[in-house]
């Protein structure tokens, strides 16, 4: 059975609880061509990056697969291996190298990254302290001839009284879309800046 399933132009990626991930190509039918067994537990989320070349996958083994397609063979790869504290069934790439995870019951979520933070710098000094700026969200970093301003992502949290909620954000960041248990109904949400 297969838990997940994405679908990006002609490549359609599955995880299941077979503890395998996927890679189907539409050819006169779809056809399975490629399969990744890297995982010892099923299969859970699934998120693909902007640039469509890197893949990043949970399971319940407590590893997040990092997978890349290979320019050479096109053939997908797993280039790294992040071994988390809990299992997780949610993660999503927010650019092309960041990406958030939802530990299984956990009342927290974690941003992770392939590659550090890129910053403006070079040889660094230490006459400048690492600061945030609680009111303002802002990360101040000193590097080099360089100060960076980092700006934190700020959350709103809508309580929904049940643990049945399915729903969608639209593409664009504009509406919310949601059904839950309690209400029996879909509602929708506009989104507005704080």
């Keep these: 059975m297969d838990f997940l399933i994405q679908i990006i132009m002609n490549i359609i990626i599955s995880g299941s609880e077979d503890n395998t991930i996927k890679f189907w190509q539409k050819q006169n039918q779809w056809l399975c061509t490629q399969t990744i067994t890297d995982h010892n537990d099923y299969v859970y989320g699934l998120s693909m990056n902007e640039s469509q070349n890197k893949v990043i996958q949970s399971g319940e083994d407590k590893l997040i697969l990092v997978i890349e397609l290979s320019e050479q063979n ?27 995870f939802q530990p299984w019951q956990k009342e927290y979520m974690q941003v992770l990254r392939q590659k550090g933070l ?39 949290s809508i309580q929904f009284g049940t643990l049945r909620i399915f729903g969608y954000m639209s593409d664009d960041g504009k509406y919310l879309i ?6 029996k109904q879909y509602q929708i949400r506009k989104y507005q800046e704080l």
């Design 74 to 100: 096109e053939q997908w790869t797993v280039i790294q291996k992040i071994t988390v504290e809990t299992d997780g069934v949610r993660l999503c790439f927010i650019d092309n190298d960041t990406f958030t």
């Design 178 to 183: 949601t059904w839950d248990n309690n209400k």
């Design 118 to 156: 890129p910053l403006e710098g070079g040889l660094d000094n230490f006459l400048f302290p690492y600061q945030y700026i609680q009111s303002k969200c802002i990360f101040v970093n000193e590097n080099a001839e360089n100060v960076n301003l980092i700006r934190k992502i700020q959350n709103q």
